[in-house]
């Protein structure tokens, strides 16, 4: 090749390379405008004052949660140009204490590729973010799925890798191939993806690198057996008291009796897991992390030996009745993991208390008296097993969501009633026979003592919240108001 030829293929490679950035900035710079101007049209009478969601349009799953120079960092499944989901673009929201939030600029625009989930992790100075690309196709099976990469600097601005994909298909027939969690283990990186085998069962693929670019598969972490769906998606992979955790969401799993009556589930598989031959063993069999009507694709991170976890407040095929408002979509409260026995335990992280304003109340709510509220509370509630506790939660206004929280005595059960639709589980508590109730302008989360039965769900009171002891006897209750943490 002549010194011209060389000459003319760096000019315009350097040239393709200048455009690529500046269409890149402009279109940021284009979509942030249109955020601001959309902004304006929100009406806020159900946005959440606690919880993150997105400033317009359509937010699901939690992507890429990592500690990085001094602050949390969220990204979120996320399409600005409509409340309900369409082509994938990262939103991103910032925090120095995990309840104070921020929106920052989207961290990720769709290109050729939507970009799914995936998640984030701290390369010595460096965020380095690996997501799924799904890319649609004119022939069957109509889509694909590979892992790319992005990289930044600052936190802030993020550049898609050139190479794309590190990752190209999974290693079953099946395009099903997304969501990886990334993390480091001695020197190597590896990386767990939901997958599907060839006969439609769900399975978390391993992979691993010494470069954090170039991917090799490992082995199949663990696949159904039949019984756990023909899909897992979000998977996440880590240790928790001596043991290891695979968190997943499968997709297919069949409703029986009180269990996974969610579209979708969100559950656990605990177990060993040995880095010289990659095998995991299970300790116990799949089970559910939230019993509540909203809880899905979780992300964890950990920070200072401590396990924080946060999920779409959300469900798959359930009606939001915000997305008239402008908005659609919400993250639960973070929570810390723990683990007794072969059962996580979940509990608010510690700093939600800075959340606490005046005490609204404090002492005996009688039989059928109630409490009421503006938008927003947390309950401390001291209860007596032995007889029956029902609690109703509903709106000062008529009409609009209620719901219903009930201690069945003789099934040992608790039970959340949302106008019918109902979850149940058995309760045995550790030790603490409190729960920590939090309402918010659209949500509710219930705790149970040390976190062994936690619901989450999504209901729209009308009015100011208003709480009434239904049952037998009175309960001790205190309460506080809670401020707003998160922009309107
Ligand atoms: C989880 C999920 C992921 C997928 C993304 C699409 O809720 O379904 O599996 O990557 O959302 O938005």
Not at 10 to 28: H, P
Not at 71 to 79: I, L, T
Not at 325 to 345: C, N, P, Q, S, Y
Not at 353 to 372: C, P, V, Y
Request: aromatic share 14%; with cysteine; hydrophobic share 40%.
């Amino acid at each position: 090749m002549n010194l011209f030829k060389i000459y003319i293929i760096l000019v315009s490679s350097f040239m393709t390379v200048q455009l690529e950035s500046l269409r890149d900035v402009l279109a940021k710079a284009e979509l942030e405008i249109y955020i601001e101007e959309k902004k304006l049209e929100i009406n806020p009478r159900h946005k959440l004052h606690y919880h993150i969601t997105p400033p317009v349009g359509w937010m699901n799953a939690p992507n890429g949660f990592v500690f990085f120079k001094g602050e949390y960092h969220v990204f979120y499944q996320f399409y600005p140009y409509d409340t309900q989901w369409g082509p994938m673009h990262w939103g991103h929201v910032t925090s120095r204490n995990l309840v104070d939030w921020r929106h920052q600029p989207t961290a990720l625009l769709p290109g050729r590729e939507q970009c799914f989930s995936g998640s984030v992790i701290d390369n010595d100075g460096i965020l380095a973010v690996m997501y799924t690309a799904h890319q649609i196709s004119v022939d069957p099976p109509y889509y694909n799925e590979s892992q790319y990469m992005a990289f930044s600097i600052d936190g802030i601005d993020f550049h898609k890798y050139k190479n794309n994909p590190v990752i190209v298909s999974s290693p079953f027939s099946s395009p099903d191939f997304r969501d990886p969690k990334i993390w480091k283990h001695g020197n190597v990186w590896y990386t767990v993806i939901g997958s599907r085998t060839d006969d439609h069962r769900g399975a978390a693929l391993l992979y691993r690198s010494i470069n954090i670019i170039n991917w090799e598969f490992v082995s199949t972490l663990a696949e159904s057996n039949g019984e756990l769906g023909f899909m897992w998606e979000s998977p996440d992979f880590f240790e928790l008291n001596g043991k290891h955790v695979l968190l997943i969401s499968p997709q297919g799993i069949v409703a029986q009796g009180d269990r996974y009556k969610n579209t979708y589930q969100t559950g656990y598989i605990i177990g060993n897991f040995n880095y010289e031959n990659f095998e995991f063993t299970a300790e116990a069999t799949f089970q559910e992390l939230d019993f509540g009507h909203d809880f899905y694709g979780t992300q964890t991170t950990e920070k200072d030996g401590k396990r924080y976890l946060i999920a779409w407040f959300g469900m798959w095929e359930s009606a939001h009745s915000e997305d008239v408002d402008g908005w659609a979509g919400a993250m639960t409260l973070f929570r810390e993991l723990d683990l007794v026995g072969t059962r996580i335990i979940m509990k608010p992280v510690d700093a939600i208390t800075n959340l606490r304003m005046q005490t609204i109340s404090e002492g005996e709510l009688a039989r059928n008296s109630s409490i009421q509220f503006e938008q927003t509370a947390e309950l401390i509630i001291n209860v007596d097993l032995s007889e029956r506790i029902e609690l109703e939660l509903k709106g000062n206004g008529v009409g609009g969501d209620w719901a219903i929280v009930r201690w069945e005595v003789d099934e040992a059960k608790m039970v959340l009633d949302r106008a019918g639709d109902v979850r149940q589980v058995g309760w045995e508590p550790l030790d603490s026979m409190t729960w920590r109730l939090f309402l918010d302008t659209c949500s509710l989360e219930l705790f149970c003592g040390e976190g062994e039965v936690v619901f989450s769900t999504r209901i729209y009171p009308n009015g100011q919240w208003r709480v009434k002891n239904l049952g037998p006897q009175p309960i001790h209750v205190v309460a506080y108001k809670l401020r707003r943490s998160f922009p309107e």
